[in-house]
């Protein structure tokens, strides 16, 4: 048994319910979650002939009856072939009304009848997995698991061992994935996990990535050779951040979106695609989540979900309203090879019995259907099309009946088709040849009776050919897609609450000194970030901007406690501005020109809609001053209230002045209200300050995403309006333009109180590397 527990204690994976639990289902149908796994007894049968693979004996049977065959059973009635005798019955039945007896003259074929069984030594080669304890061979990881099971089920490490290698199956004993790979499957091996470790012990992200390229490219061309994929990527890393309790490490993980990758999919390209969106996310996080920094790389996992993509098989009739278009050519096949009897019927019209397979067969050898599955999945269009110089569109049908498309070519040759792809409720599908598409779509774009000119690419529609040329040149740039209008010929603005002007505005500023700190000296290995100043406001300016004019003069304060004075500040403007609002005053008489406009008008001035009884004429007026401000609808009137808010506006209130105050926010039991970018930083902040009014902090340069000595370049000197009612003409120019402070020089409050200008030099700004210039200082 010490030997038993040390396979297992060697196994990356889990053997339990976690298992499944950590495992990404992809699209796993109902059908799907009801099999079984796979057993250790697994085997792949293959095809003689074309050495196509199949897991059930039986499906190879079938394939190579109805694919190899040299039997085939031919109708006594109207002489047509089939290569299965059920076919055969079920078109006896139909089509002549009796059932089918079999008769010797039915049967043509140069062997006998019934094709003989595939035995197990056609079967491909496979990896085998072997048992460390008995030497036992398992066709799949996930049976060893299994096997290994038994022996701790029996507490026996003595099993019987299988030598036999009958099934041609190549051995290969393996570490049990405790190296770089560790393998995690389900539901038959419809779903694994693949990791792959940071076995280099790389530091940066980038890096790791690159390195495991080849890895992954091996990964998704073995599994490709099984079926089609969807795959996504989870990267998994540690990080840590300093914090009151010392180090904190978290392991965070960074996902992508599941992928397909198809045969003809450029792995390389699809991986680099992967890297730039989890280096993208990484990054993201680190802007987001201040604070962490990536301490190591632990692994990428790769999740491989097997994708069965579209493919169309026998008849399916179509829906009435389709069907009375005429517009669509079905042909009646039997067999799955209604892709091929499409592209006929489309390149080789004939004018009678359109629906029937027999009138295309002398077309049979005219197109190269080599390497075509059939039946035939969309994937396959792109290799038909380059075999034969075609381009082919395939449209869907939802619930509705609404057509879409579902494959549009990359380019539309001059030999050019477009099929239809439909399914019924047995999920059996089926290709048909669109004859028309202009009649198929366009009553479900428009009720326009005449000819219309419609795009392959968006079934957009057009009264002309030189309109639809001119949009085609735009349309082939981006994907394709049904545009679906909305109903309503015009959108108009609704929210004409938030276009009433805000009375009170208030704008801020802090000023700080940087006090030195000093630190310890930086790696010279890893990353660092060097902290040599530390700001304390010690300074701010408090303006409240009045739409009718002069309000209050600036406030300016100077002390050690200015973040607590200016909340104190804030807070007392913010009640007397309630105090406002809340004091509504009368509306003014209005004058006989007033009255006479009023009684004229026939429309809301605020929404410029028409008066109605449902929404009547009021008299609107400003509840601040009392002045009539016009007709309005009793609605839009009720909208235009006073603002329960008084907003405080910095510029780059997120990136530094919101860190100088944010503490003085929670010296009451009054709500905070945050709209955060990252723990760091804050689009906006509120204060509640009573139960129906708050101030709220904006950031100007949110809105205005430049320094505030380039927008003040851009000011004509005449808009400087606040300005010049506060400062004398001598003096307003010096205010007109960015200000020069020698910063890293005032260290201390008592600096402030020098008489004379400091040396040139104390103006060098460390942050920027920048000296003042002669000019400036002059």
Not at 92 to 114: D, I, N, W, Y
Request: with cysteine; charged share 25%.
């Amino acid at each position: 048994m010490d030997k038993l527990e040390q396979i297992f204690n060697e196994i990356d994976i889990p053997i339990d319910g976690n298992l499944l639990a950590e495992m990404d289902y992809g699209d796993i149908s109902n059908t799907q979650w009801n099999e079984p796994f796979e057993t250790i007894n697994e085997i792949d049968f293959a095809c003689p002939e074309c050495k196509k693979l199949f897991s059930l004996k039986k499906n190879l049977i079938r394939h190579v009856k109805s694919s190899h065959s040299a039997t085939s059973f031919i109708c006594p009635a109207c002489r047509i072939t089939f290569k299965r005798m059920d076919n055969l019955k079920r078109h006896h039945l139909k089509a002549h009304g009796q059932p089918f007896v079999k008769t010797a003259a039915s049967t043509s074929s140069s062997e006998s009848g019934r094709m003989p069984h595939p035995e197990k030594e056609n079967a491909a080669p496979t990896t085998s997995f072997v048992c460390p304890v008995c030497d036992k061979n398992c066709s799949t990881i996930h049976g060893l698991i299994h096997h290994l099971k038994i022996h701790a089920s029996y507490g026996k490490d003595d099993a019987a061992p299988s030598t036999s290698n009958e099934n041609n199956t190549e051995v290969r004993k393996i570490p049990l994935l405790k190296s770089s790979a560790v393998i995690q499957s389900a539901f038959k091996s419809r779903i694994k996990t693949l990791r792959l470790e940071n076995s280099d012990n790389f530091l940066e992200i980038k890096q790791f990535l690159n390195s495991k390229e080849q890895d992954f490219q091996d990964i998704i061309l073995n599994e490709l050779q099984k079926n089609e994929l969807k795959v996504n990527c989870m990267l998994m890393c540690k990080y840590s951040k300093a914090s009151n309790t010392g180090i904190v490490t978290e392991e965070k993980n960074f996902k992508t979106k599941n992928n397909i990758i198809l045969t003809q999919t450029n792995i390389g390209e699809f991986y680099y695609s992967i890297v730039d969106k989890l280096l993208a996310e990484t990054a993201d996080f680190q802007e987001k989540e201040s604070g962490w920094s990536l301490h190591s790389i632990l692994y990428l996992e790769i999740r491989v979900n097997k994708f069965n993509p579209l493919h169309a098989s026998s008849f399916i009739e179509l829906p009435d309203i389709i069907k009375k278009k005429h517009a669509v050519i079905n042909i009646q096949n039997d067999d799955n090879l209604c892709f091929k009897w499409a592209v006929l019927s489309a390149l080789f019209p004939v004018k009678e019995h359109t629906y029937r397979t027999q009138q295309y067969n002398i077309f049979s050898n005219s197109l190269d259907f080599t390497g075509i599955n059939f039946p035939t999945p969309l994937k396959d269009i792109q290799i038909f099309e380059e075999k034969n110089n075609i381009s082919i569109n395939v449209y869907g049908l939802n619930e509705k009946n609404k057509v879409f498309p579902l494959l549009i070519t990359k380019i539309e040759k001059k030999k050019h088709l477009d099929l239809m792809y439909v399914k019924n409720s047995n999920n059996n599908s089926h290709y048909c040849w669109i004859k028309s598409l202009s009649r198929l779509v366009s009553s479900q774009l428009s009720n326009f009776h005449h000819k219309t000119y419609i795009c392959r690419r968006c079934l957009q529609h057009f009264i002309s050919e030189n309109i639809l040329t001119k949009h085609r040149e735009n349309c082939n740039s981006h994907n394709s897609v049904r545009i679906e209008m909305p109903k309503e010929k015009f959108l108009f603005f609704k929210n004409f609450q938030h276009s009433v002007q805000i009375p009170f505005v208030a704008y801020a500023d802090f000023e700080c000194i940087t006090k030195p700190i000093s630190s310890c000296e930086p790696s010279s290995v890893n990353s660092f970030t060097m902290k040599y100043q530390k700001h304390e406001p010690y300074s701010f300016c408090f303006y409240i901007c009045y739409m009718n004019g002069m309000y209050k003069y600036p406030i300016v304060y100077r002390g050690s406690d200015a973040a607590k004075v200016f909340m104190e500040v804030a807070t007392k403007e913010a009640e007397e501005i309630e105090y406002l609002y809340s004091n509504k005053k009368p509306m003014i008489p209005l004058t006989k020109e007033q009255q006479d406009a009023n009684t004229s008008s026939t429309r809301c001035y605020i929404c410029g809609g028409n008066f109605t009884k449902e929404d009547w004429k009021v008299r609107d007026h400003c509840h601040l001053t009392g002045v009539y401000r016009g007709p309005a609808h009793n609605s839009c009137n009720l909208k235009f209230k006073v603002p329960n808010f008084l907003p405080i506006i910095f510029h780059n209130l997120s990136g530094y002045d919101s860190h100088l105050f944010i503490k003085e926010l929670g010296n009451d039991n009054y709500d905070i209200n945050v709209i955060p970018e990252n723990t760091e930083k804050y689009i906006s902040f509120s204060k509640k300050i009573s139960k129906r009014f708050s101030i709220r902090f904006l950031d100007s340069c949110r809105f205005m995403p430049s320094s505030l000595e380039k927008l003040a370049i851009n000011l004509k000197s005449d808009q400087f309006r606040n300005v010049r009612s506060f400062i004398s003409d001598d003096k307003v120019s010096l205010l007109m333009r960015k200000g020069c402070f020698p910063y890293d020089y005032v260290s201390d409050v008592e600096k402030l109180n020098d008489t004379c200008l400091p040396p040139k030099e104390k103006f060098y700004n460390r942050l920027n590397d920048e000296d003042i210039t002669d000019d400036d200082y002059q």
